[in-house]
């Protein structure tokens, strides 16, 4: 465990967190400790889990990425003692659940949109510390960090960072997203895009580094983060994806963003992106064969459209 190595872990907690008692007792915290550790390592891999907590037990053996540590325990620290606080709203004994009461008026319980909006501020938080981790990772580039699936992975693909990413589909530059949407990236570009391209000349594409970036690149790349996003909304839970995404999505189309995300407007999303995706994907053929670009300047005569155009 990276935590508790003076046998000061609550104070290490309070450190990373600013919200846990220094007093408290450690071992009330040690499962969730344990429970978010195994979470952080799906993503970032058991290679590196091992050399942070190495440089946490031995730092004057691996002084090289001793920055690691807290990179690796603030994002632990965070989720754990959420979930501790989450548990303790009611006390658990031998006749019952029970919450307590304060009989002096000094305190009241929370209502429960203020226990909601306290959750999401540090799932926010969590989020936040995990992306942190993971540019670090990028940045630094440990053996450990290279041998990962997720890195491997990112490698063969036409994005291969939350940043790039972010330049095609808003996702606040999160990239703990785009390790989460590592395999609908790979399925909407070797089923589609990659297809679409033409396999002779798609190498090239994949390995193009030029700045800027041709007109074909971006359109690829444009229209592999369109069918990601929009399999990704089909496909997972939304708690996992950032509900500003939708929303953010929804407000530009004229949909309101103050109204909470259903499920049909999920699935109304999802098709619109994958329509804006097949746009991309004839852009994109158009700049491999150099064909100048056809614009529609009349609407076409759609009895399903419920509208006039002056």
């Known amino acids: 465990m990276i935590f508790n190595k003076d046998k000061n872990g609550a104070k290490e907690l309070r450190e990373l967190t600013a919200n846990y008692y220094a007093n408290n007792d450690f ?14 390592e799906q993503l970032v891999g058991k290679p590196v889990m091992e050399l942070a907590e190495k440089c946490y037990m031995n730092p004057d053996e691996n002084k090289d990425y001793m920055a690691l540590v807290r990179k690796v325990q603030r994002p632990i620290a965070l989720l754990s003692t959420l979930r501790l606080y989450q548990k303790n709203d009611l006390s658990h004994e031998d006749d019952g659940r029970k919450f307590k009461v304060a009989t002096d008026g000094s305190e009241k319980l929370p209502w429960e949109w203020q226990l909601d909006r306290d959750d999401a501020l540090h799932l926010e ?9 993971i540019r670090y990772l990028n940045r630094e580039e440990p053996d450990e960090w290279k041998e990962s699936d997720a890195y491997k992975l990112s490698r063969t693909l036409l994005i291969r960072n939350g940043a790039s990413f972010d330049s095609y589909f808003p996702i606040e530059k999160s990239e703990r997203m785009f390790l989460i949407l590592l395999p609908f990236i790979r399925e909407a570009q070797q089923l589609t895009v990659k297809r679409a391209y033409g396999l002779a000349n798609w190498d090239a594409l994949l390995a193009e580094k030029d700045v800027p970036e041709t007109d074909a690149h971006f359109a690829a790349s444009k229209a592999v983060a369109l069918l990601a996003m929009s399999m990704a909304l089909r496909r997972l839970s939304l708690s996992v994806i950032p509900g500003g995404i939708i929303r953010k999505f ?18 109304r999303v999802s098709q619109w992106l994958a329509d804006d995706a097949a746009t991309w994907i004839d852009e994109m053929k158009r700049a491999r064969d150099g064909d100048s670009p056809e614009y529609d300047l009349l609407p076409k005569n759609d009895r399903r459209n419920k509208y006039c155009r002056l």
Not at 250 to 267: H, I, Q, R, T
Request: charged content about 30%.
């Open 27 to 40: 071992n009330k915290i040690i499962g969730e400790i344990e429970l978010a550790t195994d979470e952080l």
């Open 125 to 133: 938080e969590y989020y936040k510390a995990v992306d942190a981790l």
């Open 250 to 267: 929804m407000a530009e189309s004229g949909m309101g963003e103050s109204k909470p995300v259903s499920l049909e407007d999920v699935n």
